[in-house]
């Protein structure tokens, strides 16, 4: 019997309906039926998530994210999943008022990584300043005996322009900020390249990556389908 899916969404609009899209083509089914049942809750109007974790004032973000959780449990669903890296800053605040789990993006990309590339020391990372300065991909990394590595400051910016000034506003991406930051990981010696923002996932939609990359969104759309006793394909 499948279980049913809860969505937290909007972190942005474009990479929730980017998650479905992958949810749904992911899912071996031959009819309506085969597929997972989903309730999607898009809060676009979420306070931005880097600007709540380097202000240090999250307790309206934290606020909304709980009962945004809640009110999925309240919904009946089985698993929720939070396509948001850098949300998984309030994961620990969040889980401990629930009685339903919430798939952990960033936990199950390290341990996908670990168990699918080879010999795997340094891990680099792709995301928004709030994740990388909120370290939570570098403490999951630093659990599992490996080094997370973070671009430069200037190659930074490129990331944060590529993921505000281009995916967020709705353009298709400059590609060159893209592989200056990622020239930048492999140069600092990177075994594999986390895609560890949503927006880059969308970005990844028609832009070609090298295959040490690894999306996280991609990890999670996995996860979403084998939680709720579906096929992936």
Request: glycine residues 6%; aromatic residues 6%; hydrophobic residues 40%.
């Amino acid at each position: 019997m499948k279980k049913k899916l809860g969505v937290i969404g909007g972190m942005g609009p474009e990479a929730t309906s980017y998650f479905f899209e992958e949810l749904v083509a992911h899912t071996q089914a031959d009819r309506d039926q085969d597929h997972i049942d989903t309730i999607i809750l898009n809060h676009a109007t979420l306070p931005d998530r880097t600007h709540a974790i380097l202000s240090g004032d999250i307790e309206e973000l934290l606020h909304a994210f709980i009962k945004d959780a809640q009110l999925l449990e309240e919904l009946g669903v089985d698993n929720i999943a939070i396509p948001c890296n850098t949300s998984h800053y309030l994961y620990d605040a969040t889980q401990k008022e629930l009685t339903i789990p919430i798939i952990h993006m960033v936990r199950k990309t390290i341990e996908y990584a670990l168990n699918h590339f080879k010999n795997v020391r340094k891990i680099g990372i792709l995301a928004t300043n709030g994740t990388i300065q909120s370290e939570v991909y570098h403490r999951e990394c630093e659990a599992l005996g490996i080094e997370a590595v973070a671009p430069s400051e200037a190659n930074q910016k490129e990331i944060m322009s590529l993921i505000y000034d281009d995916i967020k506003k709705g353009q298709p991406g400059d590609y060159r900020k893209f592989q200056k930051a990622y020239n930048d990981l492999i140069e600092a010696g990177s075994d594999v390249v986390i895609l560890a923002c949503t927006e880059l996932s969308v970005f990844k939609k028609t832009n070609k990556i090298y295959d040490n990359c690894l999306d996280a969104m991609d990890v999670l759309v996995k996860e979403s389908i084998i939680r709720s006793n579906g096929i992936y394909q």
